[in-house]
């Protein structure tokens, strides 16, 4: 199955194998030290800052060993203190593949589920839509549900707010993927103020330091960042770099874990969502969840180093 993943990331993740740490699936957030909690300041809810994404890991053929390494990937990440999930009825099969497995497992009440109404336009079609994905997911509800990419957004955000009152929805927010959408993004954040805003930040894509997550912060909307390794691209650029002198004393010992605590440490962010497909890079991306975040001068650093 070719997705938008498997195009932007072969190389990078060639570039990835080389460097990946060896983890283990006992080293899991599970271990010592409180996992790094986040309020929703809609509402006070503390939510892990440590998600996960589906976009073309979950994007696969049920029966399949990358399925079936799903299984350890969602293991690995309930019992290391994760929770939020991120999915889309437009990442093909993912939100089928997610349904199926969090009912296999009996999973879905440990789940924070968040999905999108993506792609449609007028209330009916995103009605229609969002039934849908409730039937994919195999549950009644969900925890979030965003508006994708800035599509028919008023009218969509609408329908989202009245599926909150009927109580389908706890919490809407708006998405999107690039930073040349963050300005449109940062006006509507103050004009609509939904729960949540999911946009793109990493250390080598900062746009959205500029203006839309001082606004959120300043409105007091949650934010769900993605692409924070830049779809993988981040670990091609540090292949043949040590890891920063003060990683240890940082707790980090991955640049997976330097990179998610890069985004993490900004105050306005509430979860970062990192999407992968091997149980071991999610044990990975869950120890960033632990320890301190990091001060000034090491984010400054690690912009210096990646470049
Ligand atoms: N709202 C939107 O418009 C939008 C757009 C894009 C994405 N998203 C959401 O954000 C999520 C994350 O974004 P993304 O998946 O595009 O990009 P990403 O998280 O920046 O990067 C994913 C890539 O990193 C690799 N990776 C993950 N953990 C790793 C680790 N510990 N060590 C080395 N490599 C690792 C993955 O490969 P393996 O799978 O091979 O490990 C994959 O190639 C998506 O899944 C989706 O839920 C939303």
Known sequence: MLT?????GSTSMAAAMMVMPKIGLSDTASGAGAFEMRAIPSTGEKIPAIGMGTSGSFEVSPGSPEYDALKDVLKVFFDGGGTVI???????????????????????????????????????????????????????????????????????????????????????GLTHYVESAHDELADLVAKLKPDFLQINYSVTTRGAEKRVLPEARDKGVAVMINRAFNDGKLFAQVKDKQLPAWAAEAGVTSWAQAF??????????????PATGKPNRQADNLLAGKGATLSEDQRKSLVEIVG
Request: glycine content about 4%.
């Open 4 to 8: 938008r993943r498997t195009l932007l």
């Open 260 to 273: 998610l605590k890069f985004v993490i440490s900004n105050p306005a962010v509430t979860v970062v969502i």
């Open 86 to 172: 991120d999915t889309a009825p437009t990442y093909s099969n993912a939100e089928d593949v997610l349904g199926a497995l969090l009912a296999e497992q009996n999973l879905r009440s440990k789940c924070w589920l968040a999905t999108k109404l993506s792609g449609v336009s007028g209330r009916e079609q995103g009605l229609e839509q969002f039934n849908q994905s409730l039937k994919r997911l195999k549950t009644d509800k969900v925890e979030l549900l965003q508006v994708h990419n800035l599509r028919d957004t008023e009218t969509q955000l609408a329908l989202a707010n009245e599926l909150k009152k009927e109580g389908k929805v706890r919490y809407v």
